[in-house]
């Protein structure tokens, strides 16, 4: 078991479709974290939670909406994405949100937008 | 706000070679540094970290890196390369209380691994 965990792996949807990704962490931490890593560009992040409240929103477009309903689990709700929403979607965790603790990265979801 | 450089998106090395992979930040308090390794199909994997202490980190895989002050740098450096160190790998950079808590990246370097 990695410790934090992605569901789907892979995900193929078309622009009008909704669908959520999950994910589960079974490290007792408190902060989780949503990035978006395209080919070519640096890991964008894209939402924060500590303690399950919403500290950080990278000015992400509405068509992402993220859930926090308990601090082991992070939802990302997708709905009318782009073709440019392609990507790896990853979810971290980390002890807190403080900085000097390290993150803990599940393998991801790739999503591919038709 | 602080920023990571890491220089060349691709370095290319012989098996049994050294590695060094370089990350450059800018940050006006002492950071928080990371390294992670990144596999085909993959989420990013710590390999070691500098907070306090000693300057010089070792982690995981024969690993290390050198936390240098004066220069702002943490370069990752392995003495010899095997095949499966092939993979991506990210700085990150995060300041003290008082400066951005959520990590930085840099863009990530490709190692590539020779025969």
């Known amino acids: 078991e990695t410790g934090v965990t992605q569901t789907p792996r892979h995900l193929v949807m078309g622009m009008t479709n909704k669908k959520s990704l999950k994910c589960e962490q079974h490290?007792?931490?408190?902060?989780m974290y949503w990035y978006k890593q395209s080919a070519k560009k640096p890991l964008e992040l894209m939402f924060v939670?500590?303690?399950?409240?919403?500290?950080e929103n990278n000015s992400v477009p509405s068509r992402f909406s993220p859930e926090c309903p308990n601090s082991s689990h992070l939802f990302l709700h997708l709905h009318t994405l782009q073709p440019e929403d392609s990507a790896l979607y990853l979810c971290?965790?980390?002890?807190?949100?403080?900085?000097?603790?390290?993150?803990?990265f599940g393998d991801g979801t790739r999503l591919s937008i038709l | 706000a602080q920023s990571v450089t890491q220089l060349g998106s691709h370095v290319s090395v012989s098996e049994g070679a050294l590695v060094l992979l370089r990350c450059n930040y800018s940050?006006?308090?002492?950071?928080?540094l990371f390294w992670y390794v990144q596999y085909p199909n993959q989420g990013l994997q710590l390999l070691l970290k500098?907070?306090?202490?000693?300057?010089l980190v070792k982690g995981i895989n024969g690993f290390e890196a050198e936390f240098k002050k004066s220069e702002t740098s943490f370069h990752l450096t392995k003495p010899s390369a095997h095949m499966s160190d092939a993979a991506e790998y990210f700085c990150?950079?995060?300041?003290?209380?008082?400066?951005?808590?959520?990590?930085?990246f840099g863009r990530g370097t490709s190692l590539i691994v020779h025969p």
């Open positions: 971290a965790s980390s002890q807190d949100r403080f900085g000097n603790q390290p993150q803990h």
């Open positions: 490290l007792g931490h408190n902060a």
């Open positions: 939670y500590s303690l399950e409240e919403r500290v």
């Open positions: 940050s006006s308090v002492p950071p928080y």
């Open positions: 500098y907070t306090t202490g000693a300057t």
């Open positions: 990150a950079v995060s300041d003290h209380p008082g400066g951005s808590y959520i990590p930085t």
